[in-house]
């Protein structure tokens, strides 16, 4: 099932019917705007593939799937994990930021733990994980994050500047949960290379606007130890990495080869 029924979820759901994910088959899906849940379900079954456009969460989850694809927002994966992880639903989250919440993130082991569940986390913007987690286990690491956007990204908003649209202008810094308190939904991944490095807490996180790019961001992750400089930069013009990701979180649950 599918929570955030939006371009993200379109891609997960054009990845089944184009055979790219022929493990799953999507049972439901959800969306606080009634009319795009509505429209999802009936996409698939234009194509022959039942799909139920649900109301609520308790909804959902009475179709008891094996997984929940989160791919709305850090409030709303806070307010449907445990319920979640409770019914015997594994997770596959975008919405990462929401694991800032140090809490939070303690209950949401505890009940996967209790309940033989799991949250899987897609790698969005970035990637390069296992490298992070790697260095991070060799000990004695340091890490830092830098996210750059296009200055249009800010014109609403108070950060806006006029000197932004001639030179690149810090917007941020400090750590992780920091960032994610500032920036709710903009900086997920800066609390995914968190949880794969050093700790959102302890990792060093910068934004900065820069006139260089017209669409997307850039992500760059640096993560350094006694042995090991490991530089983790992506590029992306649009969102769309975000939810192939996801594809990609899926395919390799059910492999036989793991990634």
């Known amino acids: 099932m599918i929570v955030g029924c939006g371009y993200l979820a379109d891609i997960v759901a054009d990845a089944l019917l184009n055979g790219l994910l022929p493990a799953y088959d999507l049972v439901g899906v959800y969306s606080r705007t009634p009319a795009k849940a509505e429209r999802l379900a009936a996409k698939m079954e234009q194509a022959g593939r039942a799909c139920k456009a649900c109301t609520s ?125 500032v920036f709710p939904t903009g900086l997920n991944v800066a609390v995914a290379a968190s949880l794969a490095t050093v700790g959102p807490e302890k990792l060093q996180v910068t934004m900065e606007s820069t006139p ?3 669409a997307g961001d850039r992500q760059r992750v640096e993560i350094q130890n006694d042995q090991v400089h490991a530089v983790v930069d992506v590029f992306s013009a649009t969102s769309e990495i975000a939810g192939w990701s996801v594809v990609a979180t899926l395919q390799n649950i059910v492999s036989p080869i793991v990634f």
């Open 57 to 181: 969460l308790e909804e959902l989850l009475a179709l008891e799937p094996d997984f929940l694809v989160e791919a709305a927002s850090p409030a709303a994966m806070k307010e449907l994990t445990l319920p979640t992880l409770k019914n015997g639903t594994s997770i596959v989250t975008l919405s990462i930021g929401a694991l800032a919440d140090n809490n939070f993130l303690e209950a949401v082991k505890e009940t996967a733990t209790a309940h033989g569940t799991r949250v899987y986390l897609a790698s969005g913007a970035t990637g390069g994980f296992d490298v992070l987690r790697t260095a991070t286990l060799m000990g004695n690491a340091s890490a830092r994050f830098l996210n750059e956007k296009g200055v249009r990204a800010f014109r609403r908003s108070h950060f806006y500047s006029a000197e932004m649209e001639a030179e690149n202008k810090q917007i941020f810094s400090g750590t992780a949960r920091e960032a994610i308190a």
């Open 212 to 214: 260089r790019f017209t």
